[in-house]
């Protein structure tokens, strides 16, 4: 019985070990997930204020050149149909 009583505690021990473990492991994964979402949110963050700025920068040259643009465009276009053009025709 005593040999019994001994091999419970001991079982009784190392669950308690591994919920503790369980618990630590728990925490660090929600601290890790926490940390990971604050980095992405604020990485979001800096990328739209400079897309926000890179927007507005493109929109004020435009207007600031309007047939440079439109003549950029033009050829951006050429250029991206004869590469199509020549790719279908392999």
Known sequence: MVMRNEAADIV???TEDLR???RSLKEKARNVGSAALNATKAKYEALS???SEYSQLADR???ENPYAALGIALGVGLLVGFLISKSTED
Request: aromatic share 0%; net charge neutral.
């Open 20 to 22: 503790e473990s369980a």
């Open 49 to 51: 204020d400079k897309t």
């Open 61 to 63: 040259s435009i207007r």
């Open 12 to 14: 009784q021990d190392k």
